[in-house]
């Protein structure tokens, strides 16, 4: 089946708690050959409305059971939602056990969060964690190959239209079932957070049981940690926040400006979303530098610390661009992850954003529309930086004292093109020139060891914090040649092959470089200096491959 080859709309399951709407979508179904097949209240509510449904209990065999606890998990209901009609041996089995496949899921969640901010008591709560509906999306996400998922009211008039225009291309199946993960991973967030407020509250409440504590109970003390100061007193040395906790539940943190006059991200206006993490600060740092080491306009996409997409776009292009090939790099390990932007965000990439299931956004300003628009996301948290970047010295304790050093960035003599050694192959021409620069301004954000595969300004893949380069070589070639299937829809294409590559410290052996070859590598940059050089240099030139040194390293531990 082609992208554009539409897949008709014969059976639908509808389940909504929210009933905006679904009438008219029930009704317009209907009237294009559709059977309904519905939940209790749902179905009241269509049969109330002239039309037609199929309960899902008459389906099953079973009735609704546990209060409504359980009503579609069951073989008939999810076997007709997960068989991918294109494989013969899945509709083998339906018909032994005389399954009807659906063709299209609708359903919004119970309003958990709706819930809690009206001040529902635990047990509502609870109630309100919807386990079936979550089930229903993910399975038909799952399954976009054979059928769509709908999972708001927004997106009725859609599902209406498809099926008077003969259902849904694979395309526009796949964009639902992003938008439905995106739903249910927002959905499950929201309930991780309230549990774990849950089980802070508890802590604190048996920290108190026995009394408060007196101050002079603390005067043996010979110190007293940041942590345990009063808000009052944490702000006269310039802590301006109390994080929820740490890297981890069980660690207590707090948020501190070191420079009132350049506060930076630590001082950045937050414009919606939730509060933000100790860890949500540690990779918005990272997306930061690794989106403010390059002039152009760029965008960075950080997981856990490390970029997992970088791309720049040109002067006269929008800011858009750079994000769609940054996504591109790896849109899998993208989900969940933070962007940062060194232009201001437009319409068009907080269109791009929206569908993402993403922790923070950066930039240092908004479109007004494009604010708005990601505004409609209520856990994205969106921080406006303002001011130049910049860094000054970087300090990090150890047990017993303090590491200090100047802030690693692109201003050594190395970092120049121009100043590096065209040590083998045929001087690269100035398209893969400017790949080889992007990519080595590329490789400084990336945990060392590092290689960054790119190609027309953007990363197509990356190996990262590997205790050895060889396999950063070849986790670097594997991301780039399997994770396309995520930007492409399609089959994996070989994106190593033709890309340039930036290794940020030398090849000990010439087998790092082999391997990059081998994928079809056509330059390399790395800072060489190791004793086996030209062992390394060697291996290129028998290929025919470019390589440059800067004679510049950049580690980043």
Same mark, same amino acid.
């Given at each position: 089946?082609?992208?554009?080859?539409?897949?008709?709309?014969?059976?639908?399951?509808l389940s909504v708690f929210d009933k905006t709407g679904i009438v008219d979508l029930a009704r317009a179904l209907v009237e294009n050959g559709a059977e309904i097949v519905s939940t209790g209240s749902t179905g009241s509510t269509l049969r109330e409305a002239g039309i037609p449904v199929t309960d899902v209990e008459t389906?099953?065999?079973?009735?609704?059971?546990?209060?409504?606890?359980?009503?579609?998990? %069951?073989?008939?209901?999810?076997?007709?939602?997960?068989?991918?009609?294109?494989?013969?041996? %899945?509709?083998?089995?339906?018909?032994?056990?005389?399954?009807?496949?659906?063709? =299209?899921?609708?359903?919004?969640?119970?309003?958990?969060?709706?819930?809690?901010?009206?001040?529902?008591?635990?047990?509502?709560?609870? &109630?309100?964690?919807?386990?079936? !509906?979550?089930?229903?999306?993910?399975?038909?996400?799952?399954? /976009?190959?054979?059928?769509?998922?709908?999972?708001?009211?927004?997106?009725?008039?859609?599902?209406?239209?498809?099926?008077?225009?003969?259902?849904?291309? #694979?395309?526009?199946?796949?964009? @639902?079932?992003?938008?439905? /993960?995106?739903?249910?991973?927002?959905?499950?967030?929201?309930?991780?957070?309230?549990?774990?407020?849950?089980?802070?509250?508890?802590?604190?409440?048996?920290?108190?049981?026995?009394?408060?504590?007196?101050?002079? &109970?603390?005067? !043996?003390? $010979?110190?007293?940690?940041? =942590?345990?100061?009063?808000?009052?007193?944490?702000?006269?040395?310039?802590?301006?926040?109390?994080?929820?906790?740490?890297?981890?539940? %069980?660690?207590?943190?707090?948020?501190?400006?070191?420079?009132?006059?350049?506060? !930076?991200?630590?001082?950045?206006?937050?414009?919606?979303?939730?509060?933000?993490?100790?860890?949500?600060?540690?990779?918005?740092?990272?997306?930061?530098?690794?989106?403010?080491?390059?002039?152009?306009?760029?965008?960075?996409?950080?997981?856990?610390?490390?970029?997992?997409?970088?791309?720049?776009?040109? &002067?006269?292009?929008?800011?858009?661009?750079?994000?769609?090939?940054?996504?591109?790099?790896?849109?899998?390990?993208?989900?969940?992850?933070?962007?940062?932007?060194?232009?201001?965000?437009?319409?068009?990439?907080?269109?791009?954003?929206?569908?993402?299931?993403?922790?923070?956004?950066?930039?240092?300003?908004? &479109?007004?529309?494009?604010?708005?628009? #990601?505004?409609?996301?209520?856990?994205?948290?969106?921080?406006?930086?303002?001011g130049e970047y910049s860094r000054g010295v970087e300090m990090r304790e150890i047990w017993g004292g303090m590491l200090l050093q100047d802030a690693d960035v692109i201003d050594a003599e190395g970092d120049d093109p121009s100043q590096w050694t065209l040590a083998a192959g045929e001087a690269a021409d100035e398209a893969?020139?400017?790949? #080889?620069?992007?990519?080595?301004?590329?490789?400084?954000?990336?945990?060392?060891?590092?290689?960054?595969?790119?190609?027309?300004?953007?990363?197509?893949?990356?190996?990262?914090?590997?205790?050895?380069?060889?396999?950063?070589?070849? @986790?670097?070639?594997?991301?780039?040649?399997?994770?396309?299937?995520?930007?492409?829809?399609?089959? $994996?294409?070989?994106?190593?092959?033709?890309?340039?590559?930036?290794?940020?410290?030398?090849?000990? /052996?010439?087998?790092?470089?082999?391997?990059?070859?081998?994928?079809?590598?056509?330059?390399?940059?790395?800072?060489?200096?190791?004793?086996?050089?030209?062992?390394?240099?060697?291996?290129?030139?028998?290929?025919?491959?470019?390589?440059?040194?800067?004679?510049?390293?950049? /580690?980043?531990?």
């Amino acid at each position: 089946m082609s992208t554009a080859e539409r897949r008709p709309i014969r059976r639908a399951l509808l389940s909504v708690f929210d009933k905006t709407g679904i009438v008219d979508l029930a009704r317009a179904l209907v009237e294009n050959g559709a059977e309904i097949v519905s939940t209790g209240s749902t179905g009241s509510t269509l049969r109330e409305a002239g039309i037609p449904v199929t309960d899902v209990e008459t389906v099953t065999g079973f009735p609704e059971m546990l209060d409504g606890r359980v009503k579609t998990l %069951h073989p008939r209901i999810h076997g007709g939602i997960l068989a991918d009609q294109r494989l013969a041996s %899945h509709q083998e089995q339906l018909k032994a056990h005389q399954i009807d496949p659906f063709d =299209l899921v609708v359903v919004n969640l119970y309003p958990f969060t709706e819930t809690v901010a009206a001040g529902g008591s635990f047990d509502e709560i609870i &109630e309100k964690i919807d386990v079936g !509906g979550p089930t229903m999306v993910r399975a038909a996400a799952k399954n /976009f190959a054979a059928l769509a998922v709908v999972v708001d009211p927004e997106g009725y008039p859609i599902a209406a239209e498809a099926a008077a225009e003969g259902g849904f291309t #694979l395309d526009e199946r796949q964009q @639902l079932a992003t938008i439905a /993960f995106t739903r249910t991973a927002e959905y499950d967030d929201a309930i991780s957070d309230w549990m774990i407020e849950q089980l802070e509250n508890s802590a604190d409440a048996e920290e108190t049981e026995g009394g408060e504590v007196e101050d002079d &109970e603390l005067a !043996g003390e $010979a110190e007293v940690s940041v =942590l345990d100061l009063s808000d009052a007193d944490a702000a006269e040395i310039g802590i301006t926040a109390t994080l929820r906790y740490g890297e981890n539940p %069980h660690q207590r943190a707090r948020l501190a400006v070191t420079d009132e006059n350049a506060p !930076g991200l630590a001082g950045a206006e937050q414009l919606g979303g939730k509060a933000m993490s100790y860890n949500n600060y540690i990779d918005a740092d990272a997306a930061v530098r690794a989106a403010h080491d390059h002039s152009g306009p760029a965008v960075a996409v950080v997981k856990h610390n490390n970029p997992c997409g970088v791309a720049v776009a040109g &002067e006269d292009e929008d800011i858009a661009l750079a994000h769609v090939r940054a996504h591109g790099t790896d849109p899998l390990s993208a989900y969940g992850g933070v962007i940062a932007s060194n232009r201001t965000v437009t319409l068009a990439m907080a269109q791009q954003v929206k569908p993402i299931f993403t922790e923070v956004i950066l930039a240092p300003e908004y &479109e007004d529309e494009a604010l708005e628009l #990601l505004r409609t996301k209520k856990n994205l948290r969106i921080l406006r930086l303002a001011g130049e970047y910049s860094r000054g010295v970087e300090m990090r304790e150890i047990w017993g004292g303090m590491l200090l050093q100047d802030a690693d960035v692109i201003d050594a003599e190395g970092d120049d093109p121009s100043q590096w050694t065209l040590a083998a192959g045929e001087a690269a021409d100035e398209a893969t020139l400017a790949d #080889l620069a992007f990519a080595w301004r590329s490789i400084r954000a990336v945990k060392s060891n590092a290689i960054l595969l790119a190609t027309d300004s953007a990363a197509v893949g990356i190996g990262m914090g590997q205790v050895n380069r060889l396999d950063s070589c070849r @986790l670097a070639v594997e991301r780039a040649n399997t994770l396309g299937a995520h930007a492409e829809g399609e089959q $994996a294409p070989e994106r190593a092959r033709g890309a340039v590559a930036a290794s940020d410290a030398f090849f000990p /052996f010439a087998d790092g470089a082999q391997i990059l070859i081998d994928a079809g590598v056509r330059a390399i940059v790395q800072p060489g200096g190791s004793i086996r050089d030209e062992e390394v240099l060697e291996a290129c030139r028998a290929a025919g491959v470019t390589m440059y040194l800067t004679g510049t390293r950049h /580690f980043a531990h």
